[in-house]
């Protein structure tokens, strides 16, 4: 038996589902199971998975993994991981992806000679939209109508992780236009779009700071909706968005450049975490703060920091 652990969006779920069809297909693995993880499980990162068979895709590098896939340039938690790292037969780090999907696909093609199904290249390709936000208008980024895009909205809704976890079973077999018809996704799809025309309207009265370029919106309310592109599509001059939102792993502070007016020059959004016990990309990064007087002071200090920088 052998567990994937992935990071719970739609980059990771995809991950794991290609991840588990190539690795049954096309390496012999049997009892392929999968479970979600966030930057809360850093903490323990050395003893994680401790005794069991596993890989991890979309996330921190770990040594002990079997099977490994990333894409993000913050992945290596300390010199030691880094230096332990080698380009093999079973793990590939490319920073220069958008996404981990087309790692594990490429990978598997020239390394294992497995041909992966239309469906996940479709997949892909959506993943590499979606975590880059490479979508084309903020409009599209809050209201556009593709299957990928309302599953990926529909996560914001998932009841508990075990919705997770059934996307994976289902992108495995499952094209997205009818993983997006299952009575649970659309349920949450929908309740996420209503949510969203909440957030939008909510968003300006939670904004604690604000300049011309950047500002910090405290969301911890469980009675604030939320919505990742609402600063960019209602201040679209801006050029950097800090918020602070609860999840079930606690206290999450997001930092993010607009994808609409990317910044000239700032600060890698992913190395600034990183120093935060988090990680993520140029344009976009996060962290779990441990307490919430932390996290309104790592706020407002990144705040300042980006202000500056804008």
Known sequence: MLCIYYHRDFDGIASAAILAEALEQSRGEAHVTWAGVNFDRTLEWDRFGAGQRFAVVDFHFHPQAEYWFDHHPTTFLDERHQLAFRDHD??????????????????????????????????????????????????????????????????TCARDYDFQDRLVAMMRMSELADIIEDSEVLSCAQRAERNRDSALEAFPANIVEQTPRAMF????????????????????????????????????????????????GGPHIGHLMKSYGGGGHQGVGGCNPPSESKAFSWCETLFAQLAAEA
Do not use: M
């Not at 790692?103 to 892909?124: K, M, N, T, V």
């Not at 880059?132 to 599209?140: D, K, M, V, W």
């Open 90 to 155: 079973r793990a590939c780090f490319d920073p220069e992806a958008k996404s981990c999907p087309p790692i594990i696909l490429r990978h598997a093609a020239e390394r294992w000679s497995w041909e992966a199904p239309a469906r996940f290249h479709d997949l892909a390709r959506w993943s590499d939209i979606i975590d880059s936000a490479s979508y084309g208008t903020a409009e599209q980024a809050l209201f556009g109508t593709e299957p990928a895009l309302r599953i990926s909205r529909a996560l």
């Open 217 to 264: 919106a405290d969301l911890r309310s469980k009675k604030i909706r939320r919505e990742r592109f609402a600063p960019f599509y209602l201040y679209p001059e801006l050029n950097y968005a800090v918020t602070l939102l609860p999840t079930r792993a606690g206290l999450h502070i997001t930092v993010a450049s607009n994808p609409w007016n990317r910044p000239v």
